[in-house]
């Protein structure tokens, strides 16, 4: 069984909840769909955690601490993004020669990062944080008529596995699904499933979000967790209270 999860941005309590719940299941495989980072207070923790996976794809705002956030990014995002790359980035570490160990971790960090890729085929299925036909440009597939341009855009695959809106969803040529917690959905028509978040759910529910596959089909799973450890966290960081606001909101 895979477990393919995104969009844990730095959330800690949800990401351990997850594994938690993963580790219950018979799980041989674990792929990952970007956002590792910006937003949530523990970036350097999940970091060293989502390295284990099996890949992870680049997302935006993987991206967007590697080079800076770009202009389009809302002022919160942004506030998020320079204190993300003041955790981890090498250059803000000083006295480096009394600390080379601090030093190397971090370029350790900044390499794993710069190594992702915003797409990966596996057979006919494909996995991409955002837009499969444009990968790394953060456009989002959330509609059927943008999902048909992609099922028609890629005859040749038979699954795609995205992230991005942190809203659960699945789209075959002629609908729009709002997948039920689960339920089984066979893969029997072409697809494209929007795995959630696991660290920002937006769909009104405040529980990370992962989905199964095996070869019966795909299962979308919510797990509950601390969702006020990370709040504190978020607070005692300094980030933008925004950002602990809308965790218990879902949205
Ligand atoms: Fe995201």
Sequence with gaps: MIAILSDVHANLEALTAVIRDMSGRKITRIFFLGDIIGYGPN???????????EFCLMGNHDRAVLTGPPKKFNPVAKEAVEWTRKQIHPSYVRLKWLRPWVYRKRLEWWR???????????????FCHDHPIQPGSDKYVHKLEVAQTVLDGLPDIRAFFIGHSHVPMMFTYKERIVPEEGTLY????????????????????????????????????????????????IRQAGLPQLLAQRLEEGK
């Design 43 to 53: 970036p350097v923790e999940v970091l060293e955690f989502l390295q284990k996976f």
């Design 112 to 126: 794993f990062l710069l190594q992702m890729k915003p797409i990966r085929k596996e057979g006919d299925w494909v």
């Design 186 to 233: 066979p893969i029997d028509q072409r697809l494209i499933v929007n795995v959630g978040s696991v660290g920002q759910p937006r769909d009104r529910d405040a529980r990370a979000c992962y989905v199964l596959l095996d070869e019966r089909g795909i299962q979308f799973i919510r797990v509950p967790y601390d969702i006020r450890r990370t709040q504190q966290k």
